[in-house]
């Protein structure tokens, strides 16, 4: 037999890595040929061993929390470390502070910072004929439904459109001052148009929307999760199968299969009901279908007969329950 | 149902991708929550403590958050997540060599127990492969231990490792081939007296 040829090929073979073809050349050949099958089922053990070395390794609880303290506070010194090198800020801070030594000169700032907005606004909405009244410019706010020539709105609410028509009207205008309450009502109608929410129709959507993908995203982190634990099953499975008797003994070594076939079987049965609650038909029947393995694993006796193990050893190869826990 | 629901999350996987990209932490977390244990896992294989894979995994994190922008492919998520731990751990080779370091875990790693009889359950067993097993990477230079720590256990693809390291798969195979044959020697002993090959 040209088993040279084949020996690159086990490993692949082990590893998952052959295509459908390849894999069932060298799986007829294993069959034929009984060096190869015993090179192929050290090979197999090798790396069953090897994977119980992360079995037990699991991340803190609290990972996540400790991470997000770490986000903020990388954050924070970025925020910092951006203030700190841009150098108007510098500038800003050296000028404020130097300002905090002398109350007098900040106010006075203050006072000319307020009056240069206050003129700079007046500046921005003055209308030109009522800087040519001479008097200050009636604000004129365009708003909508109200004429292009921006016709006030009075407090009683008639509107007065012929302001340049009538100049003994406007004269007088001159001499009074505007009706204070017209101002500061078109401001507000402004202000109010512009900040008024739109209505949020859409709004009833998302929310309806967000509790469908809430479920959705439940249910991917049942199935994760589920993943996981029919990755342990398997290798507890596999590791009961193979399982050797003790030194000097006509007893089975299976004492840390036990144990964790107690530990799967209590999240085993979390699953199963979280997957029952949601409807997910087919996690439910592979959590279902494995259950009666771990229940019987852990309940062995502390020192169980040969035939008690030799039964579950052999409903574990006749039920193919590794290949389809492999088919998850 | 599940078929159905499978289309519409792996929809609600991309989407989940394209939100956290745009800043949203609670899709981050979810991220977060889906691949930190094999993140986790695989820190800790490498460099065998806990509390270096805890600090080491935030790392990870903390750098994928900033750069998540940069990610083209929603399916590369998981190597892309790898990409960032490899370079996060070999930084950590770095500066660990630099500072001639030694911690306290891989101190009391070193030192067993001189009577074995003091726990003779399978518990005490498996803990001692898993010494031998940690005691034993540490041998393996970094990339040999990489390939083999993705391969051996962390069953991801030849396909998927080259991505992670860029390497050739033909190197890796090369790679994974001597540290399996260095693995399997160094751990004789171990495994002749178990019977376990």
């Not at chain 1, 203050?110 to 500046?123: D, K, N, Q, T």
């Not at chain 2, 820190?43 to 903390?62: D, K, N, P, R, V």
């Not at chain 2, 160094?186 to 002749?192: F, I, N, T, V």
């Amino acid at each position: 037999m040209n088993c040279e040829k084949y020996l690159h090929l086990l490993d692949d073979l082990v590893e998952g890595e052959l295509d459908e073809p390849t894999r069932e050349q060298v799986d007829l050949h294993i069959f034929a040929c009984s060096e190869c099958a015993s090179h192929f089922e050290r090979l197999k053990k090798e790396k069953q061993l090897y994977s119980r070395y992360l079995f037990e390794i699991e991340p803190p609880k609290a990972l996540w929390v400790k991470f997000q303290n770490k986000l903020e506070a990388d954050q924070q010194q970025t925020i910092l470390a951006a203030q700190k090198s841009f150098p108007v800020f510098e500038w800003t801070a050296k000028i404020l502070g130097f300002l905090r030594l002398d109350p007098a000169l900040t106010i006075a700032g203050a006072l000319v910072l307020f009056a240069v907005g206050v003129g700079f606004f007046f500046s921005f909405f003055a209308d030109e004929r009522g800087v040519e009244n001479g008097g200050l410019a009636p604000i004129q706010v365009m708003l909508p439904g109200i004429p292009e020539n921006g016709a006030l709105f009075t407090p009683s609410g008639n509107q007065n459109n012929d302001l340049a028509k009538d100049k003994g009207k406007a004269e007088n205008s001159k001499n009074k001052a505007p009706n204070p309450s017209s101002k500061p009502f078109a401001i507000k109608q402004k202000e109010t148009i512009k900040t008024q929410p739109k209505k949020d129709i859409s709004a009833e959507f998302t929310y309806l929307a967000k509790e469908e993908q809430m479920q959705i995203l439940e249910i991917k982190a049942l199935e994760t999760e589920t993943a996981q634990q029919m990755e342990k099953i398997e290798l507890l499975l596999r590791s009961f199968r193979n399982a050797r008797l003790a030194e000097g003994s006509e007893q089975f070594d299976i004492a840390y299969e036990k144990q964790q076939a107690r530990k799967l079987l209590a999240k085993n049965i979390e699953l199963r009901q979280k997957s029952e609650s949601y409807g997910t038909l087919f996690t439910e029947e592979m959590l279902s279908r494995v259950e009666p393995y771990l229940l019987d694993i852990a309940n062995l006796d502390s020192n169980p007969s040969l035939a008690q193990v030799l039964e579950i050893k052999e409903r574990v190869k006749n039920q193919n329950i590794i290949a389809s826990l492999q088919s998850f | 149902m599940l078929y159905h629901a499978s289309g519409e999350i792996k929809n609600l996987t991309d989407s989940i991708v394209a939100k956290a990209q745009s800043g949203d932490q609670e899709a981050f977390g979810l991220i977060f929550e889906e691949h930190h244990r094999f993140i986790y896992k695989f820190i800790y294989a490498m460099l065998g403590e806990h509390s270096l894979a805890e600090e080491l995994t935030q790392e990870t994190f903390l750098g994928a958050y900033k750069n998540l922008y940069s990610l083209r492919e929603e399916a590369a998520l998981k190597t892309w997540l790898c990409t960032i731990a490899k370079n996060t751990v070999y930084k950590s080779f770095r500066s660990r060599q630099k500072e001639g370091k030694q911690s306290e875990d891989e101190v009391e790693s070193l030192n067993l127990p001189d009577d074995k009889n003091l726990l003779p359950d399978q518990q005490f067993l498996n803990k001692e492969l898993n010494q031998f097993i940690r005691e034993a990477l540490e041998t393996l230079d970094e990339d040999k231990r990489l390939v083999f720590i993705l391969k051996e256990l962390q069953y991801l693809s030849y396909k998927e490792i080259s991505d992670i390291t860029g390497e050739a798969i033909s190197k890796l195979k090369t790679d994974l081939h001597r540290a399996k044959i260095k693995m399997r020697t160094l751990l004789r002993p171990y495994l002749e007296v178990k019977n376990e090959l």
